[in-house]
């Protein structure tokens, strides 16, 4: 089958259609359309469960682990949540036709930077359901067509959500193929996506290691990289010890299955013979099983030896590595052998000591003195987040609507020829 014929290059091109379409469009009807889509995810609820549980008997009847089967459960209290989110979004501000500079040259030509929607935006995701309407509700808002490729474990509730939203968007006047189900449940239909270079502006992967591994390696088509997140929490030798305690208990065990949880802590020798015991403590009481070097395995008989797979492992569990080490610069050379570039922690009460690590540490995000469990695009105050970029270009960090947006440049002139 050649390109022209294959479903998914179809399925792009008439996103391309319809992101034509969404570009000029006031914010009031991409709103209005959003406004839509949350009142008939409520009134289609019993459609979208049942859809759901075929996936989930699907899944159980596999022998998924119960957590993964929770991840993919749509109840009609989650489905009431995921309303409630698309209806936030409609409240944030919009950012397309935002000016981010303008001046008048001095030739007299009038220039403004404006955002503009990037396109057409392609999710490739993992088990969870309501990241189909989640990542459909902020490419709309910021005037994008989404094509969405989720799990073959997710595939019934997927195809029911997104018929849900197609057909809100039609009700509001908005093209339907503004949101779009990737055909295919194989890997061929993945490969095809990564490959529409040209139809497809940007892929956005969300899921494991394994998945944005795969799409940064083989896409031809621009990738915006959400990344892993070996986490990292140094406690200085100015820190206060029960500070210190609370913020690496909370990084590491308030959520551990995230990407912003802590996987690896390192605590200065100054500090380390009164703190370890503690914290070795702290941390069994909270369930976390600490895979330590030599001081840590000689401050706590329950502490595991570590090796480098530790020091590189995003656990997701209730795991987590530890060091000691004799100084901040070597904390700082142990997290740019090992970090992932999303979040690390600084606990300290010296000034100098937080600056010089946040100047050094090269990672989307730098806490000082608070949990690496905020780094979050809600947390953030953006109001929702497509991910998290652990890249340098264009997006960096928690990624709300802005980073959903490229830029162009508006010249206005009263017949200016160039001389």
């Known amino acids: 089958m050649s390109d022209d014929q294959s479903p998914v290059i179809a399925t792009a091109r008439r996103a391309q259609e319809a992101a034509t379409r969404l570009a ?12 839509a889509i949350a009142d008939a995810l409520t009134a289609r609820t019993d459609q979208i469960t049942a859809a ?5 008997k699907r899944a159980r009847d596999a022998g998924t682990p119960e957590a993964v089967v929770d991840r993919l459960a749509l109840t009609p209290e989650r489905i009431a949540a995921i309303a409630a989110d698309v209806r936030d979004v409609v409240a944030l501000p919009d950012p397309v036709g935002e000016v981010l500079r303008g001046s008048t040259l001095p030739n007299g030509l009038e220039l403004r930077q404006v955002r503009v929607p990037l396109g057409v935006v392609g999710i490739v995701y ?3 359901p309501n990241v189909t309407v989640d990542a459909a509700a902020l490419c709309l808002k910021s005037g994008n067509a989404v094509l969405l490729r989720g799990s073959s474990s997710a595939y019934a509730s997927n195809s029911a959500l997104v018929a849900v939203l197609r057909d809100a968007l039609e009700s509001a006047g908005l093209p339907a193929d503004a949101v779009q189900l990737v055909p295919g449940e194989g890997r061929e239909s993945v490969r095809e996506l990564m490959r529409a270079r040209g139809l497809v502006d940007v892929l956005i992967p969300r899921g494991g290691a394994s998945l944005i591994k795969t799409v940064v390696a083989e896409s031809t088509v621009p990738v915006i990289e959400t990344g892993t997140g070996n986490c990292h929490v140094y406690v200085d030798e100015h820190a206060d010890p029960d500070t210190a305690l609370r913020i690496l208990v909370n990084s590491k065990a308030q959520r551990p299955s995230v990407c912003n949880a802590a996987e690896t802590v390192l605590v200065h020798a100054g500090i380390a013979d009164g ?3 503690r914290a070795a403590e702290a941390l069994r ?3 976390v099983t600490v895979h330590g070097d030599a001081a840590w395995q000689a401050a706590d008989p329950h502490v595991l030896p570590a090796t480098d797979e530790d020091w590189a492992s995003e656990y997701l569990s209730y795991d987590i590595a530890a060091a ?5 610069d070597a904390a700082v050379a142990h997290i740019r052998a090992w970090t992932s570039g999303h979040t690390e922690a600084i606990v300290t009460s010296d000034t100098a000591a937080a600056r010089r690590f946040t100047a050094l540490v090269d990672s989307t995000t ?3 003195n608070a949990s690496t469990r905020f780094t979050d695009g809600g947390q953030f105050g953006f109001g929702a987040e497509i991910g998290i970029s652990t890249q340098k270009l264009h997006a960096r960090g928690p990624m709300g609507l802005p980073e959903l947006t490229s830029t162009k440049y508006v010249v206005t002139g009263d017949g200016h020829i160039r001389e």
């Open 285 to 287: 009481e909270a369930g």
């Open 52 to 56: 759901n549980a075929e996936d989930v």
């Open 324 to 328: 000691v080490v004799p100084s901040l």
């Open 366 to 368: 730098v806490m000082v």
């Open 24 to 35: 000029p469009l006031p914010r009031t009807a991409r709103d209005a359309a959003l406004s």
């Open 275 to 277: 703190f370890l015991p």
């Open 126 to 128: 993992e088990a969870r």
